[in-house]
């Protein structure tokens, strides 16, 4: 399976670390312009890892990201806390589409973990998979974001075995 990540936030890395493992990593966009440098050590990851990983700004990713599902031919884009929007159409040249995974922090150390399809317009699509959680106190060594970053692969990783299984028996 071919996958494009786009991702500015550090909290997705376990994530791309598990899709490389599994040799589904093709390519990685991450932001340019930021709030920060928070993209920087993805950056730096997917370098080590030979990945090639393309910085766009927001008026830009379109374009590359379009040039980048020709060149590529992905079977599946995932987000994951990516600033930027992107237009939904490109996603029809994409073999399943988007999936986008997104963080809900609650009061009181509750969490979810929502693994939704991309939809036109930037609406929100059908859930693909989530996950309610009661989060550790920060006590315990781990914060929140490092908490969630860990059960995100571990659903996004179950949302593809499903997926691939539902291909398999259509």
């Not at 440098?37 to 030979?50: G, M, N, R, Y």
Request: some cysteine.
């Amino acid at each position: 399976m071919r996958i494009i990540a786009l991702s500015g936030c550090p909290a997705a890395l376990p994530t791309l670390k598990y899709l490389f493992s599994k040799d589904h990593l093709s390519a990685l966009l991450c932001p340019k312009e930021s709030t920060g440098i928070e993209s920087l050590e993805l950056e730096k990851w997917a370098h080590f890892h030979e990945i090639p990983c393309w910085q766009v700004t927001q008026q830009q990713v379109d374009e590359d990201l379009k040039e980048l599902i020709e060149e590529v031919k992905p079977d599946l884009i995932i987000t994951y806390g990516f600033p930027f929007s992107i237009n939904g159409e490109l996603l029809k040249d994409v073999k399943r589409g988007g999936w986008n995974v997104h963080y809900s922090l609650q009061p009181n150390q509750f969490a979810s973990i929502t693994i939704h399809q991309l939809a036109f317009g930037n609406q929100y699509g059908e859930i693909i998979n989530d996950c309610s959680l009661a989060l550790l106190p920060t006590t315990s060594g781990l914060t929140s974001i490092e908490q969630l970053s860990s059960i995100a692969v571990t659903l996004l990783r179950d949302s593809l075995r499903q997926f691939h299984y539902k291909k398999l028996i259509v």
